[in-house]
């Protein structure tokens, strides 16, 4: 099983990225996908994930901005960010499981396959 994270890069505050997560080795339709992020210093943390069901589910704190989506004919899960800050600096990871459940989404052990992350810097 492969992950595969790009689209990061250096953006001005304000700006747009979008991440794209390409999968392999996996029937991807069965799986839910996650993204989340790592700052230097600070633990991994949930950003938004999205279910086999389309259902999405979002951190507050990138509520309104960020979008996750996903194409299953071509296994690859998107992360529309705009309007970014400085906060979202971070390295970018997704990660794949069969059976994310509402109650631990958001939790990275949850997730049994990970991508090598990308890094994602926002200047003021």
């Known amino acids: 099983v492969q992950l595969q994270a790009s689209g990061g890069g250096l953006v001005q505050a304000g700006g747009s990225l979008r991440l794209s997560c390409v999968v392999s080795?996996?029937?991807?339709?069965?799986?839910?996908v996650g993204w989340f992020r790592q700052a230097p210093g600070e633990e991994r943390k949930f950003v938004a994930a999205?279910?086999?069901?389309?259902?999405?589910h979002y951190a507050d704190s990138v509520k309104g901005r960020f979008t996750i989506s996903r194409d299953n004919a071509k296994n690859t899960v998107y992360l529309q960010m705009n309007s970014l800050k400085p906060d979202d600096t971070a390295v970018y990871y997704c990660?794949?499981?069969?059976?994310?459940?509402?109650?631990?989404?958001?939790?990275?052990?949850?997730?049994?396959?990970w991508g090598q992350g990308t890094q994602v810097t926002v200047s003021s």
């Open positions: 990660a794949a499981d069969r059976s994310i459940i509402l109650s631990s989404l958001s939790v990275p052990a949850q997730y049994d396959y």
């Open positions: 080795g996996l029937t991807f339709a069965s799986y839910g």
């Open positions: 999205i279910r086999r069901t389309r259902t999405t």
